[in-house]
């Protein structure tokens, strides 16, 4: 009986003992948090492939709230129960479902989604037409305030850039170097990534490839040659190219190119607000 009475008498368990929720308790010093929450977190997605309908590849995620200034934190493992709510796999579909998610779950006003992801592509080299899988860099920055939906998509892209200085002013050839074009855009009706990646290479000097045979390099660079483009030109071809494209609502354009012969990058940006 006293055995009995004494196991009666233990402490309760951890799970029934209600734990202090430092998050929600006050804090004093009045100053709101514009953006809050995860970032860095690795997850399937799925994106529209223009070839072949979808392609699956793997992002690197940021979700963040909105913190009015009387609440001292936020609950991290929040974000991730909405996101693994959404399925194993984020569709570009219900980026917006994930949003407004994010702003019940965690009474917020806004939310904020970030993903990052490499883009693959089959590409034929310009002569002996091999295939090769080209990879790009594609990323979403999507936010919501109140019912209002915000949605940027940027691309990454690579290329040879010939300098025209150089040409001019050499005997025997000029010096080129690998640029990197970042074009974010925000849009009427979805625009293709693949569509993006065609007007940043054909603004260059040449596109790259994967894949290269002898008569392949000969024509690229022999194409580099034939079209000199300084950082500024690089920036301006792709402009002129979005403004001409309707659902395209507002740019940024940034180009640098990893000079070969300086000891420094060379570097320009156009941004551009365009119709409603």
């Given at each position: 009986?006293?055995?009995?009475?004494?196991?009666?008498?233990?402490?309760?368990?951890q799970a029934s003992v209600p734990l202090h929720d430092a998050q929600s308790s006050r804090d004093h010093r009045e100053l709101?948090i514009d953006k809050v929450g995860v970032r860095g977190l690795r997850f399937p997605v799925q994106v529209r492939d223009k070839?072949?309908?979808?392609?699956?590849?793997?992002?690197?995620?940021?979700?963040?709230?909105?913190?009015?200034?009387?609440?001292?934190?936020?609950?991290?493992?929040?974000?991730?129960?909405?996101?693994?709510?959404?399925?194993?796999?984020?569709?570009?579909?219900?980026?917006?479902?994930?949003?407004?998610?994010?702003?019940?779950?965690?009474?917020?006003?806004?939310?904020?989604?970030?993903?990052?992801?490499?883009?693959?592509?089959?590409?034929?080299?310009?002569?002996?037409?091999?295939?090769?899988?080209?990879?790009?860099?594609?990323?979403?920055d999507a936010a919501a305030c109140g019912t209002e939906i915000d949605f940027v998509l940027t691309v990454k892209v690579n290329?040879?850039?010939?300098?025209?200085?150089?040409?001019?002013?050499?005997?025997?050839?000029?010096?080129?170097?690998?640029?990197?074009?970042?074009?974010?855009?925000?849009?009427?009706?979805?625009?293709?990534?693949?569509?993006?990646?065609?007007?940043?290479?054909?603004?260059?000097?040449?596109?790259?490839?994967?894949?290269?045979?002898?008569?392949?390099?000969?024509?690229?660079?022999?194409?580099?040659?034939?079209?000199?483009?300084?950082?500024?030109?690089?920036?301006?071809?792709?402009?002129?190219?979005?403004?001409?494209?309707?659902?395209?609502?507002?740019?940024?354009?940034?180009?640098?190119?990893?000079?070969?012969?300086?000891?420094?990058?060379?570097?320009?940006?156009?941004?551009?607000?365009?119709?409603?």
């Amino acid at each position: 009986m006293k055995n009995s009475k004494a196991k009666n008498r233990r402490a309760p368990s951890q799970a029934s003992v209600p734990l202090h929720d430092a998050q929600s308790s006050r804090d004093h010093r009045e100053l709101r948090i514009d953006k809050v929450g995860v970032r860095g977190l690795r997850f399937p997605v799925q994106v529209r492939d223009k070839a072949r309908r979808f392609q699956d590849t793997v992002a690197t995620l940021g979700l963040f709230v909105d913190l009015p200034k009387e609440f001292k934190g936020t609950h991290m493992s929040r974000f991730i129960e909405v996101l693994n709510a959404h399925g194993s796999v984020v569709h570009v579909e219900n980026i917006p479902d994930i949003l407004r998610a994010l702003q019940v779950k965690l009474q917020a006003a806004t939310s904020h989604l970030e993903m990052e992801f490499p883009y693959f592509m089959v590409k034929r080299s310009p002569v002996s037409r091999l295939e090769g899988v080209m990879d790009y860099t594609a990323r979403f920055d999507a936010a919501a305030c109140g019912t209002e939906i915000d949605f940027v998509l940027t691309v990454k892209v690579n290329v040879t850039t010939l300098c025209p200085c150089s040409k001019a002013i050499a005997k025997y050839g000029a010096h080129n170097q690998r640029g990197e074009v970042t074009v974010a855009v925000r849009f009427r009706k979805p625009i293709w990534i693949e569509d993006l990646i065609a007007i940043i290479e054909s603004s260059a000097s040449s596109e790259l490839y994967a894949l290269l045979k002898r008569p392949d390099e000969k024509a690229v660079t022999e194409r580099a040659y034939e079209n000199p483009v300084f950082v500024e030109d690089l920036v301006r071809n792709v402009a002129l190219r979005l403004n001409a494209h309707r659902e395209v609502r507002w740019y940024r354009v940034e180009a640098e190119n990893f000079e070969s012969i300086h000891n420094h990058n060379a570097y320009a940006c156009i941004e551009k607000a365009q119709g409603g």
